[in-house]
């Protein structure tokens, strides 16, 4: 439910610059459900959805739906609020789902106004 809503707010599908790298942009609205109480009077966008946003177009690199294991790394520097547009990059820096214990790592960066908004890296796994 909540990727469709996220979904609905790109501005163009994701450009995959190389097999391990895509850039993706997106403009959420002042009514997406995911500044809903978050907060009330001061919209912003949360942490999780950040962090969704990267898992997301990991998938799209990688061709395949994805389960977040762990979040390592994260840092929230600006706050993203309704009407921005933000730029979502992720870089695959390794794969290796065919072993245990070692999954599917992205580090993500999101700008908002060419400023760096979050940085994290993501531990996944397929779905």
């Known amino acids: 439910m909540i990727r469709d809503?996220?979904?609905?707010?790109?501005?163009?599908?994701?450009?995959i610059s190389s097999p391990?790298?895509?850039?993706?942009?997106?403009?959420p609205a002042a009514d997406f459900i995911g500044f809903n109480?978050?907060?009330?009077?001061y919209p912003i966008l949360p942490a999780m959805?950040?962090?969704l946003f990267g898992v997301l177009v990991s998938e799209k690199i990688l061709g395949k739906k994805l389960i977040l294991k762990k979040l390592d790394k994260a840092k929230f520097m600006v706050?993203?609020?309704?009407?921005e547009t933000i730029a979502v990059t992720s870089k695959i820096i390794q794969t290796a789902p065919d072993k245990p214990g070692t999954g599917i790592k992205a580090r993500v960066?999101?700008?908002?106004a060419?400023?760096?908004?979050?940085s994290m890296t993501l531990l996944l796994d397929p779905a």
Do not use: R
């Open 5 to 15: 809503e996220i979904e609905k707010t790109a501005l163009a599908d994701i450009d």
């Open 20 to 27: 391990d790298t895509g850039s993706q942009k997106f403009c």
């Open 37 to 41: 109480g978050h907060f009330p009077d």
């Open 49 to 51: 959805l950040q962090i």
């Open 79 to 83: 706050q993203i609020k309704p009407e």
């Open 109 to 112: 960066i999101i700008t908002v």
């Open 114 to 118: 060419e400023k760096k908004a979050a």
